[in-house]
């Protein structure tokens, strides 16, 4: 997934793969834009039915709820291989997401293989922009 993800988009995004050892729920890949830096946490459902319970350990849950109060810059995308779909989360769903008792969210964007990763970064491009005028709008305000 990371190899092809660098590949589409190596232009317009500038890309760090992270290796959490330390600093537990860090997201998979960060990544910069002129639109604002994002992280991306990545994840493979390997059931046959798609269900997401469980994908993630508490410490990344608590990271993602703790960044999506200040700043929505965190997207959870979840492969699945059995169904060939990708499935695209805000960290604001990830809570949902991990509870076998939530009712599932919907997701930002679903797309089947082969991923058009183009289509994920218009998404945060857009979230960021949008995140971008909202608190240049809170600063005028002060």
Not at 52 to 79: C, I, M, P
Not at 113 to 136: A, C, F, H, Q, R
């Amino acid at each position: 997934m990371w190899t092809s993800l660098k590949k589409m988009t190596e232009k317009t995004v500038t890309w760090t793969r992270i290796e959490a050892r330390v600093g537990a729920g860090i997201p998979d890949i960060n990544g910069a834009m002129a639109s604002g830096e994002f992280w991306i946490e990545s994840k493979v459902c390997k059931t046959k039915k798609y269900k997401t319970e469980g994908l993630w350990r508490s410490s990344q849950v608590a990271w993602q709820f703790s960044r999506s109060k200040v700043y929505s810059n965190v997207w959870n995308v979840v492969s699945h291989p059995s169904d060939a779909k990708l499935y695209v989360y805000s960290c604001g769903q990830v809570w949902d997401l991990n509870d076998p008792e939530a009712v599932p969210p919907v997701p930002c964007l679903v797309m089947t293989y082969p991923v058009d990763w183009n289509l994920i970064i218009n998404l945060v491009s857009e979230t960021l922009s949008k995140i971008g005028t909202d608190m240049d709008n809170e600063c005028a305000d002060a």
